[in-house]
């Protein structure tokens, strides 16, 4: 006889976990089936985001940025060090430690909530009896049923035709975070999150690094004002070579190493000589072979599931969150929206707002926004008003060796309500939180401009930037 569950979910990564783990807090019993194992052969649940994506990579940026210091801003601090080398392979051998420490994290919550782990591909056949019958293929096949289906299977890297990535000299996000020794000349395509931070890792290191990005605008989806701070400070200060609207072509590798031949942006002819390339152009939804036609889910041309603002893919009781649907493909709106499905399948009213979800790229500075930008707000004719506030005039950024960049806020020129935070410079990640709460509750710049914040703190910044909206700034 087949296990039986009230909820199964397919993908253990950050919106099959936590969707999980709520649907378990709600008192239903509940499995969640992942296929992922790490190099030693073992179940390691987290998906892409905890075992190749957004922890391993924060770890290798931090140990990148502590050597960075250490060699160009401690002088500044009256500590000199002389001789500073970086191990290349106690570096990665701490970013797995991490990684396998977290891991190993989600199967003790599963126990403490009493989620089934089951290792293998999960794949839904049929509905009888009113229950979903699940094949799981791996090391121990089986049937299993289920009365909800939640689909949180996420994404893969998306390569391009022609260009064969082998993890070993051509690269996708797992190869970029696993390199033993700095390239001496490193090739990126894609100035997107994974191309810019893994290209900022790499060149505080030491390595040469070029970046051709298919866009003519650099990172189109930020601020125009803060796209265009950040590139200057990731070419002139960090030394990171951009290059805008290019088209790839041939790529040829030998002994020697690699070439990429491709079009700038003006049309000439030009090549790339590296050692290892880096391919980081976008991901795609991970839906193959996730179930049998008959199940009629609703997949389109780029693989997506297709679902309604309830993530309800329209098939009895079959739900689908994370990269594998549509909106932002981050972390924390997966896990968002399956902790909203977990409640909805509850019978609870789970909510996830798309206006306010934070986007962040961990480069140094740190970018982080929500909302809208001004662009956007110019192309929708939206009567609006600003105010920045620059670090330079902040006192702990200052006493941190950090002050560059600013905060940017945006608000409806009638009624005062936040439509937008854009923020380049030192702790974005950390700062952009007071502004999706601030949008989350309908805030108003005015709101923000008459809060205490504390003294001497990053967290000022933003408060000048609300004052500034009003043309009231104290400190500019």
Known sequence: MSKSFDVVVIGGGPGGYVAAIRAAQLGFNTACIDENKNAAGKAALGGTCLNVGCIPSKALLESSENYYRINHEFAAHGISVKDAKIDVGQMIARKQKIVDQFTGGIQLLFKKNKVASINGHG??????????????TGDNPEIIEAQHVIIASGSKPRYLPGIAV???????????????????????????????????????????????????????AADEEVAKLAQRIFTKELGLKIETGVKIGEV?????????????????KQVLDCDKLIVAVGRVPNTDNIAAPEVGLRIDARGFIEVDGHCHTGTPNIWAVGDVVRGPMLAHKASEEGVAVAERIAGQAGHVDFNTVPWVIYTQPE???VGKTEQQLKAEGVDYKKGSFPFAANGRAHGMNAAVGFVKMLADAKTDRILGVHIVGPFASELISEAVVAMEFKACSEDIARIIHAHPSLSEAMHEAALAVDKRALHS
Do not use: C, H
Request: overall charge negative.
């Open 166 to 220: 082998d993890n070993v000299d051509v690269l996708d996000n797992v190869g970029a975070l696993d390199l033993q020794e700095v390239p001496k000349r490193l090739g990126v395509i894609g100035a997107g999150v994974i191309g810019l931070e893994m290209s900022s890792v790499w060149r505080r290191l030491g390595a040469e690094v070029t970046i051709l990005e298919a866009m003519p605008a650099f990172l189109g």
């Open 367 to 369: 970018i982080a926004w």
């Open 123 to 136: 794949k839904i056949l049929k509905r009888e009896n009113e229950k979903w019958q699940i094949e799981v």
């Open 252 to 268: 040829v590798k030998d002994k020697k190493g690699i070439k990429i031949n491709y079009e700038d942006a003006a049309g000439a």
